[in-house]
C-alpha cells in the first residue's frame, strides 16, 4: 500500500526541536531520541532499525524533531514503560502505518479506537509473550483498550480536524503548560499567553518572585505556582 501523507501543516512537520529538547520533553535520553527516528549501528555489526518508518538520516547539520515525531516518542516511550520490547513497538508501528497508510499513526486520534484494534490484530498475526502485549482486553466485555499509561498520555493530547495532534499537555490538563508548535516555537508554554515556561523557570531561579513574575507577564500568580511546581521538580 502506497503512504497517504495527509498533513498539510507546516507547524507539525517542520522540525521544531533539538535532539536534547525531544528527548526532555518525552521523557527519555537524547540517544534514545536519536536511535529511536535514525537507527543505529555499533562497531561489533549491530544494526538497530529506526522506530518510526524507514531509514532516515538527520541531513546536514544537528538533526532536528518534528511536533508530530514528538508525539510519536511520547506514545512509544509510554508503551516501552509497559516493558514493551523496543522491537514489537517499531513492528506494531510499521503495521499500523501500512495498514491505515498513514505517515504518524502513533499520533492519530484513532488510535485509541480503531488503533487498539489494529494492533490487536497485528498481535493475532503475529503473536509473542515474551515482547509484552500491545493491549489489553476488559472483562466481561473483552473490550480492546491501549495500556493505561498510553491511553492516559493520550488524553493529554489535543488533535486537529485531520485527526493528527496538534497541542500536548505534558503535565495534563490541570497544569497549565501547553505544547502548541504554532506558538513559541513549539516550546513549552503557559495556557493562553504564550509566554515561555523557560523564560518564567529563569526569572524565578534568577531570584525575582513569583508575584513580579506573574505582573510582568499578566498572569494569574496561581498559574505561574503551578508551573514552576513542575518545571522546577
Known amino acids: 500500500m502506497a503512504e497517504i501523507i495527509t498533513i498539510d501543516d507546516r507547524f507539525r512537520v517542520g522540525k521544531a526541536y533539538t535532539i536534547r529538547e525531544a528527548a526532555e520533553l518525552a521523557g527519555v535520553s537524547p540517544g534514545t531520541v ?14 538497530m532499525q529506526p522506530v518510526f518508518g524507514a531509514n532516515r538520516k538527520p541531513g546536514d547539520g544537528a ?68 515482547q509484552g502485549r500491545l493491549v489489553v482486553l476488559t472483562s466481561p466485555e473483552q473490550q480492546v483498550l491501549l495500556p493505561k499509561l498510553v491511553r492516559e498520555e493520550r488524553e493529554n493530547f489535543e488533535y486537529a480536524e485531520d485527526g493528527f495532534a496538534e497541542r500536548w499537555h505534558p503535565y495534563g ?32 531561579t534568577a531570584g525575582e518572585k513569583i508575584p513580579y513574575i506573574a505582573l510582568d507577564f499578566r498572569l494569574r500568580r496561581a498559574d505561574v505556582e503551578a508551573v514552576l511546581q513542575h518545571v522546577a521538580a
Not at 103 to 122: M, N, T, V
Not at 183 to 199: L, M
Open 34 to 47: 536519536r536511535n529511536w527516528l535514525y537507527g543505529a549501528s555499533t562497531p561489533y555489526g549491530y544494526e
Open 63 to 130: 538533526a532536528r524533531v518534528s511536533f508530530l515525531e514528538l508525539s510519536e516518542l511520547v506514545i512509544a516511550a509510554r508503551f516501552r514503560s509497559r516493558r514493551i520490547k523496543l522491537s514489537r513497538v517499531r513492528d506494531a508501528h510499521e503495521y499500523a502505518r501500512r495498514e491505515w497508510e498513514m505517515s504518524h499513526p502513533f499520533a492519530h486520534i484513532d488510535l485509541d479506537s480503531l488503533g487498539g484494534h489494529i494492533l490487536a490484530k497485528f498481535e493475532e498475526e503475529s503473536p509473542d509473550p515474551s
Open 173 to 204: 490538563h490541570d497544569v497549565p503548560v501547553v505544547v502548541d508548535p504554532h506558538y513559541a516555537g513549539g516550546k513549552p508554554t503557559i495556557a493562553g499567553s504564550g509566554v515561555s515556561v523557560e523564560i518564567i523557570h529563569q526569572r524565578w
